[in-house]
């Protein structure tokens, strides 16, 4: 043996004695463990600089099962990272992705899909974005939880309680975005108490039919279309509405085809019902919301109880008119006066009310401002300060004048007849003197040539001052104006000649007819009535 090879020999033995009487002070072996005694150091499998008590650099197979005790984590690391992977905390707590789970079993995955579901690229799982960066497209529902399916977003609630379905960020409890909603036959949506339907100022909200055309629509501002869109109101029916029972509309209703109603029509609350025109709002008929209830045909400013604005067609009329109704019952008198005093008149309608609605053909009645003058009760003045006429009422005046004038014609006919008797007694007499006198010859008869005076009397109606308005008066060697009252008695006599004109004051005499007798030379070549009214 060479020098050489001794002291490698002794080196060796030296340093395998050390070795191996160190570790036997530091290891205790037993049938089933061995383990470490006074071991202080750290121990590396595959890494000379272990952090911890064992720290393996490799592979690491446990066949049976990994137990840690003594009040410690568990944790699977990334590499160089400590802590996120996975790890079971002391208190039990399981977390994925978070190093601090405080719920039992937490996964923290960042933005996207986090919790699969299947295979891979199946794309089913669930997911929460943690990111609140607006510039990241995925990040619309922050801190929420989002039902993935084909890697897509399909149903997202937000972390204040609103669903979407088709969206991640819904606006409501329940937001359906690019699709429908459907309802199997037999079953409905049931709202709560005050539940409905919202709108948004300017969005609305729909009930199709297979897709093809609008059923129901709530608009902004909370009308509701029955049908197509068809005009303005809170209620908006485009075809046919059949209500069996009770229906409460809080504004207006709106129904373009038939509306059925089994039972009654009930508006209050201070608002008006109308059945409209087509395309015309207001005008076929309304009852308007006033105290009084008036009701308008053809107008949708009704001022009266019925107000019609076009002819009626009935075929009966009926006031009420019973004696027990009444009190201050009083005969009319001067009827025939007013009658007179009344002016005929046709006219048409002037362009302006016509395109409200008046007739266009030419009519006859009373001008209301004349009436006015003659009978004033028989006119009405409206709200707007129009005038209209009780054309009714005109018919007892019309037969209280007649029986005036029946009178009157009695009255005459009983004086003609006395007038013609003492005429023929007259006449008698005159025979006798003739046959006394021995008049047997025709006598010759002058006749003088009548004068030709005319007269015009104004005002007629009058309240009481007359102008009789005389012409050719030098025609006449003298002129006789006369006032007769309705029973034939002279009232009121002046001569004249050459004078254009006479004025008599009957106002002191009652309301009737009169007449002018106008007398030229003795012979009357004028008769004009005059109507006095007080």
């Known amino acids: 043996m060479n020098k050489q090879t001794f002291f490698t020999t002794a080196i060796t033995l030296i340093a395998t004695l050390y070795f191996s009487n160190n570790l036997s002070a530091q290891w205790s072996q037993s049938n089933t463990a061995i383990y470490p005694t006074t071991l202080t150091k750290n121990v590396g499998i595959g890494t000379s600089a272990p952090t911890k008590k064992l720290e393996v650099n490799g592979g690491l197979r446990v066949v049976k099962e990994v137990s840690i005790g003594g009040g410690n984590n568990f944790e699977v690391d990334a590499p160089g990272i400590t802590g996120g992977r996975f790890k079971i905390s002391t208190g039990g707590n399981v977390g994925v992705g978070e190093s601090n789970p405080n719920r039992k079993f937490q996964v923290n995955g960042g933005n996207g899909l986090t919790l699969g579901l299947g295979g891979n690229g199946t794309g089913e799982g669930f997911g929460s974005n943690r990111s609140s960066n607006p510039l990241i497209l995925y990040n619309q529902n922050v801190f929420g939880l989002d039902f993935y399916t084909n890697s897509f977003a399909r149903m997202s609630i937000t972390n204040s309680g609103n669903i979407g379905v088709g969206t991640t960020d819904p606006k409501a409890k329940l937001h359906i975005a690019q699709g429908n909603l459907h309802v199997d036959s037999g079953y409905g949506i049931e709202f709560g108490s005050q539940g409905g339907i919202p709108t948004g100022a300017y969005s609305h909200g729909s009930i199709w039919e297979d897709g093809s055309s609008q059923k129901l629509t709530i608009r902004p501002g909370g009308g509701t279309n029955f049908g197509e869109f068809v005009g303005p109101g809170t209620v908006e029916v485009n075809g046919y509405m059949n209500v069996n029972g009770y229906m409460n509309v809080n504004e207006s209703m709106y129904v373009k085809n038939r509306l059925r109603v089994d039972k009654e029509v009930s508006v209050g609350g201070g608002n008006n019902f109308e059945v409209d025109a087509p395309g015309i709002a207001g005008g076929r008929f309304k009852v308007s919301n006033n105290a009084d209830g008036y009701i308008g045909v053809g107008t949708n400013n009704p001022l009266f109880k019925l ?53 266009t053909d030419k009519q006859i009645g009373f001008i209301a401002q004349e009436m006015k003058e003659v009978m004033p009760e028989l006119v009405k003045e409206d709200a707007e300060g129009m005038l209209a006429i009780n054309y ?41 003197i003739e046959v006394a006198l021995g008049i047997t010859a025709d006598r010759e008869q002058i006749v003088e040539k009548s004068a030709i005076v005319t007269a015009t009397v104004s005002p007629n109606p009058t309240l009481g001052i007359i102008t009789v308005g ?17 029973t034939g008695r002279e009232i009121a006599s002046r001569s004249t000649v050459g004078e254009g004109s006479i004025q008599f004051d009957l106002s002191q005499f009652p309301a009737g007819i009169y007449v002018t007798q106008i007398l030229a030379d003795g012979k009357m070549v004028n008769n004009t009535k005059v109507q006095l009214v007080k």
């Open 307 to 359: 107000d019609v604005n076009g002819i009626i067609r009935c075929q009966a009329l009926l006031q009420s008119s019973d004696r027990r109704y009444k009190n201050n019952i009083n005969t009319l008198d001067g009827s025939l006066g007013k009658i007179l005093a009344m002016r005929g008149t046709s006219y048409n309608f002037n362009a302006d009310q016509v395109s409200k609605g008046f007739l």
């Open 392 to 432: 009714t009422a005109v018919i007892p005046v019309l037969v209280e004048a007649m029986k005036e004038q029946h009178e009157l014609i009695e009255e005459k006919e009983t004086r003609i007849a006395a007038l013609e008797a003492r005429n023929n007694e007259l006449q008698g007499r005159i025979a006798r």
């Open 470 to 486: 005389l012409t050719n008066t030098a025609s006449a060697k003298s002129v006789i104006v006369k006032i007769i009252d309705s």
